[in-house]
């Protein structure tokens, strides 16, 4: 279990004073994987360093399983950095050294007998799949293939926490997946506790059991994942389920009111729009929709456009009434400003 409670980190420069964690509080569970998203500048990467303790925090606790991270004296920090491992973005492999070598590098650190690290690091290339590829050096390997390295080299400490910075964001689609089920295999062998810094919601939305929203040094949204997911009011809600964007139809419907609908768990089986077109005796056009699912839950989001005279009102109170998250839909020119703010908020490009 991983405890951060009201973090703050101020750096000075100059006369001036840069806040770049400004009361971060998060605990992850052991056994569970927590994402943090958010875009650059958001203060992920001094997250990270006090985290791994290579920088000292303004005020605020970090505590594992109980020990408190920011009160260790500088003599005991090696010792407490092994609690944590941790994975980059590039796998950080020496060159100069096989993927055993590699592996075996932070056992010889600590000066583990040479029969000890041999069988450690064989059972570690086992477990994340490289069996066979003990004398092959990074070049050799292919990026998928370094990366699992690096979680072995991350793993040889035995750490209780990984820590992985963007582990994926230099990997194809298909070997990206390969990669979080891998993390998320050895999160529930393991048991560890597990912390991915992302500007990627793929990746959230694949291997995270809950999500922060860091924003100008402050968590401003966080949760479960079904449960940020199930609400239309949420950034991330709105990043994890992206509508396309989309034109009202033309004809009959030119002037409805649009609306967004969001179902969640057991809303989004219930024949809803076929509902509210009985119920109200409208038609109803699908503009726009995507489904998903996320922490084992389905969910949905839709763009719908109501016939002319239909009482959209009354059709919200309707799916409220329902426990379905819905509301008007926001301009064409807001919808833009809001894709930008989603681009924003999860450091995608456009
Ligand atoms: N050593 C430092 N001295 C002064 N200011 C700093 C220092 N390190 C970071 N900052 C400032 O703290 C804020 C957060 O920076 P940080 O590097 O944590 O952001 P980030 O979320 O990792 O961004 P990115 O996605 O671009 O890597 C920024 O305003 C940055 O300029
Ligand atoms: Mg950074």
Same mark, same amino acid.
């Given at each position: 279990?991983?405890?951060?409670?009201?973090?703050?980190?101020?750096?000075?420069?100059?006369?001036?004073?840069?806040?770049?964690?400004?009361?971060?509080?998060?605990?992850?569970?052991?056994?569970s994987i927590h994402g943090?998203i958010?875009?650059?500048? %958001?203060?992920?990467?001094?997250?990270?360093?006090?985290?791994? =303790?290579? #920088?000292? +925090? *303004? @005020?605020?606790?970090?505590?594992?399983?109980?020990?408190?991270?920011?009160?260790?004296?500088?003599?005991?920090?090696?010792?407490?950095?092994?609690?944590?491992?941790?994975?980059?973005?590039?796998?950080?492999?020496?060159?100069?050294?096989?993927?055993?070598?590699?592996?075996?590098?932070?056992?010889?650190?600590?000066?583990?007998?040479?029969?000890?690290?041999?069988?450690?690091?064989?059972?570690?290339?086992?477990?994340?799949?490289?069996?066979?590829?003990?004398?092959?050096?990074?070049?050799?390997?292919?990026?998928?293939?370094?990366?699992?390295?690096?979680? %072995?080299?991350?793993?040889?400490?035995?750490?209780?926490?990984? =820590?992985? #910075?963007? +582990? *994926? @964001?230099?990997?194809?689609?298909?070997?990206?997946?390969?990669?979080?089920?891998?993390?998320?295999?050895?999160?529930?062998?393991?048991?560890?506790?597990?912390?991915?810094?992302?500007?990627?919601m793929n990746?959230v939305k694949r291997v995270c059991d809950s999500v922060s929203l860091?924003?100008?040094?402050?968590i401003i949204e966080h949760g479960a994942l079904q449960d940020v997911a199930g609400n239309l009011e949420s950034k991330l809600a709105r990043a994890l389920l992206p509508l396309?964007?989309?034109?009202?139809?033309?004809?009959?419907?030119?002037?409805?009111?649009?609306l967004e609908i969001l179902f969640a768990g057991d809303s989004a089986k219930e024949p809803v729009i076929?509902g509210v077109?009985?119920?109200?005796?409208?038609?109803?056009?699908?503009?726009a929709g995507s489904v998903e699912t996320l922490g084992g839950q389905q969910f949905g989001h839709l763009r719908v456009?109501?016939?002319?005279?239909?009482?959209?009102?009354?059709v919200l109170d309707y799916l409220h009434d329902r426990g379905i998250s819905a509301k008007f839909a926001a301009?064409?020119?807001?919808?833009?400003?809001e894709?930008?703010l989603q681009?924003?908020a999860t450091?995608?490009?456009?």
């Open positions: 279990m991983i405890t951060v409670t009201d973090l703050r980190k101020v750096y000075r420069q100059g006369k001036k004073e840069v806040v770049a964690l400004d009361g971060v509080t998060l605990s992850v569970p052991k056994g943090i958010g875009h650059s500048g %958001a203060g992920k990467s001094t997250l990270v360093r006090c985290l791994t =303790l290579l #920088d000292r +925090p *303004t @005020s605020g606790s970090v505590s594992i399983d109980g020990t408190e991270l920011s009160s260790v004296r500088d003599s005991e920090i090696r010792t407490a950095r092994r609690r944590i491992g941790m994975v980059f973005q590039h796998a950080n492999l020496m060159d100069s050294r096989t993927a055993a070598g590699n592996v075996a590098h932070p056992l010889e650190l600590v000066k583990t007998p040479k029969d000890q690290t041999q069988a450690k690091v064989a059972g570690l290339l086992k477990l994340v799949g490289l069996e066979g590829f003990e004398n092959a050096y990074p070049s050799q390997l292919s990026g998928g293939q370094r990366q699992r390295v690096g979680i %072995a080299r991350a793993l040889a400490s035995d750490p209780d926490v990984l =820590l992985c #910075d963007e +582990p *994926t @964001s230099a990997l194809d689609p298909a070997t990206t997946n390969e990669i979080l089920d891998l993390i998320q295999d050895l999160t529930t062998r393991l048991q560890l506790t597990v912390l991915i810094i992302t500007h990627e990746v860091l924003f100008k040094g402050r396309p964007p989309s034109e009202p139809l033309q004809g009959t419907l030119e002037d409805g009111p649009v076929t077109a009985r119920h109200f005796d409208i038609d109803l056009n699908v503009l456009q109501l016939a002319g005279n239909a009482d959209s009102g009354a301009s064409e020119a807001a919808i833009e400003s894709t930008q681009h924003q450091g995608e490009k456009k």
